[in-house]
């Protein structure tokens, strides 16, 4: 019981620890780091490497975004078998269905408790857009 915690704490902490380290390492974007990490767990999955990955490690690769990549690929996948090549279109939604609908759920959530202080902060400082704790002013234009 005490490994697989471990390991998925590992694996897991290895992922984001990774992508730590290109936040602060390189010039991308955190948008573009997450698109990377969707992109790497469907070519992972592909090439069936983070199945394997999956079982050993449990909720440490599946919970990261490598792990939605993985179900959105293996949703298609199991899409496209059953109906052709409409299931291209609609087999990914379909397997990530309930991880995002709960996403929008607990987020609204977040939004109904931390709503009015997120208003009055905003309220308080309109020229400033507040992203990921971080105050970013924006630039003036040219």
């Known amino acids: 019981m005490w490994t697989d915690y471990l390991k998925a704490f590992l ?3 290895a992922l984001c620890a990774l992508g730590q380290v ?7 974007t955190p948008a573009r780091i997450l698109t990377c990490y969707v992109v790497l ?3 992972l999955h592909a090439v ?3 199945a ?3 079982e050993w490690a449990g909720a440490g690769a599946s919970v990261p975004l490598t792990g939605f990549g993985s179900t959105l690929a293996k949703g ?3 899409a496209v078998a059953e109906k052709g090549f409409l299931g291209a279109f609609t087999g990914g939604l379909t397997a990530s269905a309930g991880g995002i609908a709960a996403a929008i759920f607990f987020g609204y959530l977040a939004l109904q408790a931390q709503g009015e202080k997120m208003i009055h902060q905003y309220r308080r400082f309109p020229h ?3 992203v990921n704790s971080m ?3 924006p630039q003036p234009r040219r």
């Open 11 to 13: 694996v897991g902490g």
């Open 22 to 28: 290109l936040i602060d390492r390189t010039k991308l």
């Open 41 to 43: 767990g469907v070519v």
């Open 48 to 50: 069936g490497v983070y």
């Open 52 to 54: 394997p990955l999956i």
């Open 76 to 78: 298609v996948e199991k």
């Open 128 to 130: 400033r857009t507040v």
């Open 135 to 137: 105050a970013i002013t």
